[in-house]
T-cell receptor
Framework: GAVVSQHPSRVICKSGTSVKIECRSLDFQATTMFWYRQFPKQSLMLMATSNEGSKATYEQGVEKDKFLINHASLTLSTLTVTSAHPEDSSFYIC????????????FGPGTRLTVT | AQSVTQLGSHVSVSEGALVLLRCNYSSSVPPYLFWYVQYPNQGLQLLLKYTSAATLVKGINGFEAEFKKSETSFHLTKPSAHMSDAAEYFCVFYNFNKFYFGSGTKLNVKP
């Protein structure tokens, strides 16, 4: 099946710094990628939808200047958390969708971000 | 508004017993529904999906779900629970290019 990777799997950063998370589709081209955030013991909340070559579409309440999303190629999307604060600590998960599989998404393993 | 509601944040069953995880949806258009499983410290895995074909959908690991329009439900079942089924299960709704997750149900399997 389709494989999506995320890097890093865990990251600890200091408050005020920025951190970049990569999401890659390893064996297929993903025209659309999604970024989710999962708080402890809670469900996944969609943050944004990114389409290759165009600006990401952010969900209501998500600060686009804080969570920068770039989908520069058909196999790579990045999420940069700028000026991170402890409240940004969370589990970030990406998913990717093949062009021919409208109703399926393949999830990455997630990135645990801890801001100290 | 489109949404999914999972009833019961925690479900506990004995090994070998029936597993029933409940999901109800709200939609003004024909829904596309999915069940995903998340094992501890692992990514999400698709169990099964309903995309307007057969109403009884069979998935991996012996799970199945039945789409019931009259009840606006898409409950997940497995006849006999195994210890390895312990995980968190999410009912997911797809509409207008977005996937919406239910709140999740954590399944505990007792020996």
């Amino acid at each position: 099946g389709a494989v999506v990777s995320q890097h890093p799997s865990r990251v600890i950063c200091k408050s005020g710094t920025s951190v970049k998370i990569e999401c890659r589709s390893l064996d297929f081209q993903a025209t659309t990628m999604f970024w989710y955030r999962q708080f402890p013991k809670q469900s996944l909340m969609l943050m944004a939808t990114s389409n290759e070559g165009s600006k990401a579409t952010y969900e209501q309440g998500v600060e686009k200047d804080k969570f920068l999303i770039n989908h520069a190629s058909l196999t790579l999307s990045t999420l940069t958390v700028t000026s991170a604060h402890p409240e940004d600590s969370s589990f970030y998960i990406c998913s990717a969708r093949e062009p021919t599989a409208t109703y399926e998404q393949y999830f990455g393993p997630g990135t645990r971000l801890t801001v100290t | 508004a489109q949404s999914v509601t999972q009833l019961g944040s925690h479900v506990s069953v004995s090994e070998g017993a029936l597993v029933l995880l409940r999901c109800n949806y709200s939609s003004s258009v024909p829904p596309y529904l999915f069940w995903y499983v998340q094992y501890p410290n692992q990514g999400l895995q698709l169990l099964l999906k309903y995309t307007s074909a057969a109403t009884l959908v069979k998935g991996i690991n012996g799970f199945e779900a039945e789409f019931k329009k009259s009840e606006t439900s898409f409950h997940l079942t497995k006849p006999s629970a195994h210890m390895s089924d312990a995980a968190e299960y999410f009912c997911v709704f797809y509409n207008f290019n977005k996937f919406y997750f239910g709140s999740g149900t954590k399944l505990n399997v007792k020996p």
